[in-house]
């Protein structure tokens, strides 16, 4: 991503990198492995060379599952229901307290285009396994066929079939990456639209600015090892020709002032998407609404892939927050 002429830059000398010797042995393990090697991504016109890249990515995305034992914990109940003729998985973790009515809404991440179905289905589970929560993991529509809005109006479906059946107190909404674009969209087209605000939203590494107009998608490109490059084809194809800085595309732009709920956000020094996090904790914070800001230290778009020391502390301090906001009974 080139600066526009008018902005003044800054030019920095190339400079090499180290893993801190601060973080956990498997965090820096994580971060050896150095960057993902992804190919390019087709023409924005070329349908049919997206769907393949996507069937692509998530047979792999599988194959990388079923060898991971700690992926698939083992316990959980889980029941398929259709909802504005898309599934959600609803997931019950293994021993949830009889009485705990809570539910946790979960968007998938997957840059708006990978994650459906089977790995889906998996999100939930590992969400039930983090939170020790039910979880509702819808399989929305994605690109190439199904642009925006459609994810956000699957997700605000799923929304109001929740509200049918629980009150808002019990709600918890929350989302990874792109799911985190999408749990803070469906809240504000949510309370737009009169319904009300759920107990809390969970936004971990989120996707708020489609824009990409924050400071480290210039100072951390090349240094995030998960979001390698400046390429933004996914965010045009999900976006559909819509204005980027829409509200309900990059939530960062809404305003906060007509309500939010209370709001964890995370994300680490070393993700591109760190601008965006902060920049929307800020706007938050400016409009009254209660929330908390994580920032871990090295961690790339994701954190550490989800089995690190610095991982399950970030999972305590979402547990704590939601206990706090949306108490179990």
Known sequence: MTAHPAQPTLEVPARVIPVPASLSPEAQAYLARGPLRVPPNPALDDIEDWRMRIAAIDQLMLARLAQSVQARPEGFQV??????????????????APGDTRVYLDPHGGAFIIGGGEL????????????????????????PDHPYPAAVDDCLAVYQALLRERRPHELVVGGVSAGGNLAAALILRARDEGLPMPAAAILLTPALDLSHSGDTFHTNLGVDTVLTGSDRSEMLLYAGGHDLRAPYLSPLFGDFRAGFPPALLASGTRDMLLSSTVRMHRALRAAGVPAELHVLEAAPHGFFGGNTPEDRELDNEVRRFIDVHCPPP
């Open 79 to 96: 029941d398929e229901i259709s909802v504005g003729g898309r599934t959600v998985y609803v997931v019950t973790p293994p021993g949830l």
């Open 120 to 143: 889906c289905r998996d999100t939930g589970i590992r969400t039930a396994a983090k939170l020790g929560m039910r979880v509702w993991s819808p399989d929305y529509r994605m690109p």
